[in-house]
């Protein structure tokens, strides 16, 4: 992504924030400023007790030390209230750095959960030909490691950077003024710790996106290993899977390794051009003192208005790579935000029927015909099979249906009467998924209670109804004597269920919801005839009639629909 539109998108995303982080920066600027003044305040002490020290009779000297405090005491009361003044103002620095520490956590985690959230809701209303070309894994460092380096970056980095340039002002101005030739070498080595951090940063910016993509590969593989464990058992390929789970381990280290070089490097060649810069405002310190041209107590706050303002410029050389790290993550979540969005609008449709019109559909994968010229057309009511061998594009008719990739070519229309008995009829767009309840191929259940993965489809839904469904699909045996009944929690992919048992809770959840159009895709491949039989029975028992729509290879299963139509034959259709 550009820099400048990378910036700028950082900005909007930080704008609504922009009041709270004020504070955070005000207090600790005030920090800052009270850090100074306590600077000013220990040269002051050191001045005073060294002129006490030159004024006091040697005689004294052999007095006992809690007299000769109380002594310093009564002759210069200004030392204890400066002591104790330098005690309240270095405790109100610990508590505002509390205070401060607080917020810049609470607000790191609304800034990190806002983005997050807006990227989650993006990526479902994206169109699902664009999202499903990256990995579930990929998608989801983007969503933690990558939301999470915008908003630390974001909120501790740009705060550290204002503060420090305000402590660097700050620290400048007042050695300034005791000291205009060394206030000004100590700050003429920022230019040269810029000059390294530009340099290496752009290095650096490259190896943090490479390191965020070996990421998402070496978190994929684990997630698809973790989720087919049953496939790795069974062919003993377990010490397989470690080593080459090693293997992208050492591509990943070599970019880590390389990426944190040019970090130790840039910051090792800066650390050592403020040491010697130190060293310059020490060396002149003492040679001033020699000639009695400074007091000790002016070389105390020398050195640490030197360090003062060699530590903001460091410290903004070293946010460089917090920078880069930040610049990578949001280009990371910027190439998602530029998916194309789904277009939903407000079609209300007042019909418990549906039927459906394929008219010339073409379609095609990348240089594969799917569809060429494709006609069909399914009346409102009527239970279809659709049948084929694999690959020659039942699921594509189905994400054709659902409006999940878009035709070719041709229209595909849903078509319904109103209550005056009006033909009207939409064309295929993401709204029609209103109107569909899906079953999907395989295992699609969430982790949560039975009763929860349900009402996905209906949250309206009473306990009662859910039951009704339960034993409409063969169901309600087998969950009354769970532990928690509808309430049993069920692991990722239903774990806990047979593959049967997950199918007839998929089934009941596209029952809860009342769609004038119902898609099986395999939905009981893993059911036994009778137990199919009962659940296409209710199926054709649902009161509003819906049109269904099963894929099946299953003889038993076609000879209970209406119609079946073959994809094979697709020249017959067409």
């Known amino acids: 992504m550009p820099v400048k539109q990378t910036i700028k998108w950082l900005y909007s995303e930080l704008y609504p924030f922009i009041p709270r982080l004020s504070l955070i920066i005000l207090l600790k600027s005030v920090v800052v400023f009270s850090g100074i003044y306590m600077a000013v305040i220990a040269k002051n002490l050191i001045d005073a007790a060294v002129s006490l020290a030159d004024s006091t009779n040697p005689i004294q000297h052999n007095i006992a030390i809690h007299h000769r405090i109380t002594d310093v005491i009564k002759t210069e009361p200004s030392l204890l209230h400066n002591i104790i003044f330098y005690l309240l103002i270095m405790l109100l620095n610990l508590i505002i750095g509390m205070v401060a520490s607080f917020l810049a956590t609470y607000l790191n985690e609304r800034f990190d959960f806002h983005i997050r959230e807006r990227m989650f809701n993006g990526i479902l209303k994206t169109k699902w030909g664009e999202i499903t070309e990256y990995h579930s894994e990929d998608l ?25 340039f305000i402590s660097l002002i700050a620290a400048f101005g007042t050695l300034f003024y005791y000291d205009r030739i060394i206030a000004i070498f100590a700050f003429s080595l920022g230019p040269l710790a810029v000059y390294f951090s530009v340099f290496f940063g752009r290095k650096i910016k490259t190896y943090q996106t490479k390191i965020q993509e070996s990421e998402a590969k070496y978190r994929a593989f684990m997630q698809e290993n973790i989720a087919n464990i049953d496939v790795i058992k069974s062919f003993s390929a377990a010490d397989r899977m470690s080593g080459l789970l090693n293997k992208l381990y050492q591509e990943r280290l070599k970019l880590v390794i390389k990426k944190n070089r040019l970090t130790i490097i840039m910051s090792s060649i800066v650390g ?18 020699s000639m009695n041209l400074m007091s000790f107590g002016t070389l105390s706050i020398f050195l640490s208005l030197v360090s003062r303002i060699q530590t903001p410029i460091l410290g903004l050389a070293q946010t460089v790579p917090h920078l880069a790290s930040v610049m990578a993550s949001a280009g990371r979540i910027m190439e998602i935000e530029d998916k194309t969005i789904e277009n939903h609008g407000e079609t209300i449709i007042h019909s418990n029927q549906m039927g459906i019109i ?12 799917v569809f060429d010229r494709f006609n069909l057309s399914i009346p409102p009511g009527s239970l279809v099979a659709v049948t084929g ?13 659902m409006g999940f990739v878009d035709a070719d070519g041709g229209s595909i229309s ?26 999907p191929q395989g295992n699609t259940l969430f982790s949560g209670t039975i009763k929860d993965n349900i009402l996905l489809a209906n949250p309206d839904l009473t306990n009662e109804a859910v039951f009704n469904i339960l034993e409409s699909v063969s169901m309600l045996d087998v969950v009354a004597v769970l532990p928690e009944g509808i309430n049993t929690q069920i692991g990722e992919k239903g774990f806990g269920l047979s593959e049967g048992q997950a199918e007839r809770i998929a089934i009941a959840r596209a029952m809860a919801k009342p769609a004038p159009i119902m898609i099986f895709d395999e939905a009981t491949a893993a059911l036994d005839e ?19 729509i099963f894929i099946t290879h299953r003889r038993k299963t ?17």
């Open 140 to 164: 989801m460092v983007r969503l933690t490691s990558d939301t999470r380096n915008v908003a630390s970056g974001l909120i501790e980095t740009c705060t550290t950077i204002i503060v420090l």
């Open 272 to 289: 050592l051009s403020f040491s010697l810069g130190y060293l310059g405002a020490l060396s002149w310190g003492v040679l001033k003192i």
């Open 358 to 369: 394929f008219n010339d559909v073409s379609f095609s994968y990348k240089n594969k015909t």
């Open 389 to 401: 061998t694999s690959g020659v594009g039942k699921t594509t008719l189905i994400r054709l249906l």
């Open 414 to 439: 849903y078509y319904y009467h109103d209550k005056a008995g009006n033909e009207l009829s939409l064309p295929v767009s993401p709204d029609i998924r209103e109107y569909i309840s899906y079953v």
């Open 530 to 548: 009778k137990t199919e039989l009962t659940i296409i029975e209710s199926i054709k028992r649902i009161k509003n009639n819906p049109t269904c």
């Open 558 to 574: 076609i000879t209970l629909m209406d119609k079946e139509i073959n994809l094979d034959d697709i020249g017959s259709l067409s």
